[in-house]
């Protein structure tokens, strides 16, 4: 067996130019992610701590802190992730299509979040727009309605 050919020195290359490309496109993804937390009023730095990226996320998104529990268990945090996603958009004004492209293309949709003109609306969570005595107008607890009441004890 041959080691010294040309050919492991071409993989060798190849490999070495892919680990610059990754680190680039991640560099400039955290970089994007580092501006949208500063546009958000939150510390840019941080974007790159691991889990406290995700609990700076979620207050940017308004839902409880809980969600960091959700976005640690396997095959959870995809539906969460995404869900984190879409209310991040919505947070910056824009609408689901740009959360499917910033979850299949961040490379692109984040600088464009972050380095673009898109204004931090405030979190876009229904209950932090709305409270949770609203809950978008059919709140079971404050009706007056006789049949959704709590049951009272006879009297004996």
């Known amino acids: 067996m041959d080691y010294n050919s040309e050919y492991s020195a071409a993989g060798a290359g190849i490999g070495a130019g892919m680990v610059i490309f990754w ?25 790159i701590i691991p889990i406290y990226n995700l609990i700076v996320m979620i207050e940017i998104v308004g839902k409880p802190t809980i969600w960091v529990l959700w976005m640690l268990i396997p095959c959870v945090n995809i539906v969460f992730g995404i869900w984190l996603t879409n209310l991040l958009s919505k947070s910056f004004g824009k609408t689901e299509g740009y959360t499917v492209g910033l979850l299949l293309l961040p490379i ?40 959704n009441q709590p049951p009272k004890t006879p009297n004996a």
């Open 108 to 147: 692109v949709f984040y600088p464009m979040l972050g380095f673009g003109d898109a204004k931090y609306l405030g979190p876009s969570a229904a209950e932090a727009q709305n409270g949770f005595n609203n809950f978008g107008g059919n709140n079971p607890f404050g009706s007056t309605d006789p049949f």
């Open 23 to 47: 680190l680039a496109v991640m560099v400039l993804v955290y970089a994007s992610l580092w501006k949208v937390f500063v546009k958000a009023g939150k510390p840019g730095w941080a974007a």
